[in-house]
């Protein structure tokens, strides 16, 4: 379980392909308090550290399943990863419930400077069916956008003309400097694929609407 607060950006310093798995290395300066089998939430994925060398990286494995979903079969050496421990159950919730199952991605179709802050605009389609069930955005809620927590601005949602079965939602985030300068969202531009974990309060209050 996650909060959505990132605590920092790490680089990736290796990708090794073995069968349908991504083993990522990544340098943080965190890795050599972690442990085997310890959770780490990338770009929102959570994911199981598998190897510890002792010199500031650790490697994580992405299977086929988690590649499909999200945008790390992506990576590439160099580039930065939003990376979060579990959240500590004395702590303070400062984001929201983020339980690092990356529901899709999104493509990002915009981006705006605004005095200091960042504007993002987001695009994505989604199924008919999983929308029922919580799989979009609302007004002022909660949507986790590569593992940071955010609120949502500006939500959309219509039917593909192509597809009466999808719906194409649009949504937009503010983004504060801090957000911006310690995140990989600075990298973010238009086109980028960035990983999307819709509200699980949303899903929930969808599914017992539906009973």
């Not at 290796?14 to 089998?37: P, Q, T």
């Not at 994925?45 to 510890?52: G, R």
């Amino acid at each position: 379980m996650f909060s959505g607060i990132v605590e920092e950006a790490a680089r990736v310093v290796a990708l090794r392909r073995e069968g349908d798995n991504l083993h990522i290395s990544l340098a943080c300066s965190f890795a050599d308090g972690l442990s085997i089998d310890q959770s780490v939430s990338h770009n929102g994925v959570c994911l199981t550290v598998v190897e510890l060398p002792g010199d500031g990286t650790y490697t994580v494995t992405a299977i086929r399943e988690t590649l499909d979903r999200s945008n790390l079969g992506l990576l590439r050496v160099g580039d930065l990863v939003n990376v979060e421990r579990s959240m500590r159950i004395d702590g303070r919730l400062d984001g929201h419930i983020v339980q690092g199952h990356v529901d899709q991605t999104a493509v990002c179709t915009g981006v705006r400077e605004a005095d200091g802050s960042w504007y993002y605009d987001f695009r994505y389609q989604v199924p008919r069916d999983l929308a029922r069930r919580g799989y979009f955005t609302v007004g002022k809620g909660s949507v986790t956008v590569n593992g940071v927590s955010l609120t949502v601005c500006n939500p959309e949602s219509s039917p593909l003309a192509d597809d009466r079965e999808s719906l194409e939602g649009k949504f937009q985030v503010a983004i504060i400097p801090y957000t911006h300068d310690h995140t990989n969202f600075h990298t973010i531009k238009a086109g980028t694929v960035v990983n999307l974990e819709f509200d699980i309060l949303g899903k929930y209050l969808a599914r017992l609407a539906s009973l």
